[in-house]
Nanobody, 125 residues
Framework: VQLQASGGGLVQAGGSLRLSCVAS????????MGWFRQAPGKEREFVAG????????YYADSVKGRFTISRDNAKNTLYLQMNSLKPEDTAVYYC???????????????????WGQGTQVTVSS
């Protein structure tokens, strides 16, 4: 199983980035997927999650209204569109997948089985 995240970079505050996560070696459409992030000196935190069909999305309060999670099951790909970026969004962003993640656990890192390698997002002020 491999989750390959990409799309990170350096952007000014107010700018946008789109992260992608391509999955291989798993039945992507049967996995709930999520994005987490970890800033230096901080714990990994939930950013956004989506159920298997993509019909339901869940967000951390800090990104609600600015970030959009989506998935293309035909392409085995998860996305995170990030708009109105703030310096506090600076972190390494990780995609994660789990076959047993449910609504009540979608915000918990421990519920996910597989993790990507992370992609750095840096927002300058």
């Amino acid at each position: 199983v491999q989750l390959q995240a990409s799309g990170g970079g350096l952007v000014q505050a107010g700018g946008s980035l789109r992260l992608s996560c391509v999955a291989s070696g798993l039945s992507f459409s049967t996995y709930a997927m999520g994005w987490f992030r970890q800033a230096p000196g901080k714990e990994r935190e939930f950013v956004a999650g989506t159920r298997r069909s993509g019909s339901s999305q869940y967000y951390a309060d800090s990104v609600k209204g600015r970030f959009t999670i989506s998935r293309d099951n035909a392409k085995n790909t998860l996305y995170l569109q990030m708009n109105s970026l703030k310096p506090e969004d600076t972190a390494v962003y990780y995609c994660a997948g789990g076959p047993t993640v449910i609504t009540s656990t979608i915000r918990l890192a421990s519920a996910y089985h597989y993790w990507g390698q992370g992609t750095q997002v840096t927002v300058s002020s």
